[in-house]
């Protein structure tokens, strides 16, 4: 009762501030003059006859209109405008706090809501509190209603699929965003509809009709789009790579989208052909300065195959043309700008050297809450971490990763043993029992080039002992 009388009041106060700020002061009104200037509000009742010159800033009003306009106060409104977006947070707090923010929401809107929101897997919370519409669609397929009024019924299944083979304002049918929200929750929910094997059916188990038949092969028939893209710029010797990743089949999951593509550098006899198109390369055999522009052909086959041939591949479901431009330059620093920084190299020590003997290269990443708490988002980082005891090496990590928006979006990681495998934890032990192990760290920003957006890298160097650099982690020297 408080929150609801809150926002009565946030949302009142919002329209009299509007009210005030746009209509009270009107000319001759509670004793305004009836003529003022237009531009600084000078009382022009008794200037004389028109045109008028205002005596305090020069302007020149003409009509008799320009003289009575009503004064608008942007900021009072805006002040206003905010109190009534306000109000609603008022009234939906105590909604948020029960785990019950979407359960009045319509299905139509919680669909439209989607691609807002983090997905599922995001977050094991969103399972708990259920302020998520895909947690609230969720709980109306697997009950038939939700905790309010609202129904979920097979009529109401046959329509939200249909809509989001339709797609939404937000995100295309068959758009990166699309896949990324509508096709990854739906392949998560899919079970709920049985599959095309055993049989269709409602999440009640009622036998599918034609309408949820004719659905689902509506939203099969969702075609992934192009999205060809390689870099503005690439170093001489370093063959062009170009990516045109799209989504795989949102409900049909035993199917596999295959790209094909006929490749040509206009202007050129250079050109070749990729049955697997969605990541390839091009010999770059060009000089420095030269500008390229990349005709592409793709073609898109299906395939309950992982991999196909072209004995296998079938006719083409789609086509598409493509073309990208790029130029070829001197080296790689006219690409990947370097940044050698003190800080980086005592993150790197911090966040890495301690648990690098015990744990996995890849989990010590990917829980490093440091990386992303001290601003390095869009910063790569390619490096060849070698463990010595003392100068004979016993394995080597070649991992590469970069951080976008606070998340580490894309992460690889190979492995080299100079030892027999079953060896190196007792070599990587024994030789800290001795304060002989060794950890170098070098940077290999080449092998960032096929992450189209780093365009900064670490290019730093580290040499170290273990021993030396747990001593100064504990005693803090390493702050940066």
């Avoid at 608008?72 to 405008?81: E, N, V």
């Avoid at 109000?87 to 139509?108: D, E």
């Amino acid at each position: 009762m408080v929150w609801l009388i809150a926002s009565w009041i946030l949302l009142i106060a919002g329209l009299l501030t509007c009210a005030i700020a746009l209509f009270w002061d009107r000319p001759g009104f509670c004793g305004r003059p009836s003529h003022r200037c237009r531009k600084c509000w000078y009382d022009l009742k008794d200037s004389g006859i028109l045109p008028i010159t205002c005596p305090e800033c020069g302007r020149v009003s003409k009509t008799t209109r320009s003289t009575t306009r009503t004064r608008r106060h942007k900021r009072a409104a805006f002040l206003g405008l905010l109190l009534i977006l306000a109000s609603p947070i008022a009234f939906l707090t105590p909604q948020y706090r029960q785990g019950t923010l979407f359960a009045h929401a319509p299905n139509w809107m919680l669909i439209e809501l989607l691609p807002f929101f983090p997905t599922l897997q995001d977050d094991g919370n969103l399972y708990i509190t259920g302020n998520n519409p895909g947690v609230e669609l969720i709980t109306r397929i697997a009950m038939g209603e939700d905790r309010t009024t609202h129904r979920f019924t097979n009529e109401h299944a046959v329509q939200f699929i249909n809509r989001v083979a339709e797609g939404s304002i937000f995100a295309a049918p068959g758009s990166r965003k699309w896949y990324k929200t509508y096709a990854y929750w739906l392949r998560t929910q899919q079970f709920r509809f049985g599959d095309s094997a055993q049989g269709w059916h409602y999440p009640d188990m009622t036998p599918a009709d034609e309408h949820l038949i004719d659905a689902i092969a509506k939203l099969n028939a969702v075609l992934p789009m192009w999205y060809p893209e390689t870099r503005d710029r690439w170093p001489v010797g370093k063959d062009i790579l170009i990516r045109s990743d799209f989504g795989t089949p949102p409900w049909n999951i035993q199917l596999q989208h295959h790209q094909e593509v006929h490749w040509k550098v206009r202007g050129t006899d250079h050109s070749g052909s990729n049955l697997h198109g969605g990541y390839f390369a091009i010999p770059n055999v060009y000089q420095a300065g030269e500008e390229l522009t990349i005709e592409l052909h793709f073609k898109m086959y299906r395939s309950i195959a992982y991999n196909i041939t072209h004995e296998t591949k079938g006719d083409p479901i789609d086509e598409h043309h493509a073309v990208l431009k790029t130029k070829v330059v001197a080296s790689i620093d006219d690409v990947i700008r370097g940044i050698d920084s003190h800080a980086i190299d005592a993150l790197l020590i911090e966040e890495l050297i301690p648990d690098l003997p015990y744990e996995e290269l890849s989990t010590i990443i990917f829980q490093g809450t440091a990386f992303k708490a001290r601003g390095l988002n869009d910063i790569g980082f390619g490096l060849r971490i070698t463990l010595y005891n003392g100068d004979d090496p016993i394995v080597e990590y070649t991992p590469k990763w970069m951080l976008r928006r606070g998340k580490l979006n894309t992460m690889s990681l190979r492995e080299s043993e100079f030892v027999p495998m079953d060896e190196v934890d007792i070599r990587v032990q024994d030789a800290i029992k001795k304060n002989t192990l060794r950890i170098t760290i070098v940077s290999d920003h080449s092998r960032l080039l096929d992450i189209p957006d780093v365009d900064r890298a670490w290019t730093g160097s580290i040499d170290i002992l273990y021993s030396d650099a747990i001593k100064d982690i504990e005693s803090g020297q390493l702050d940066p």
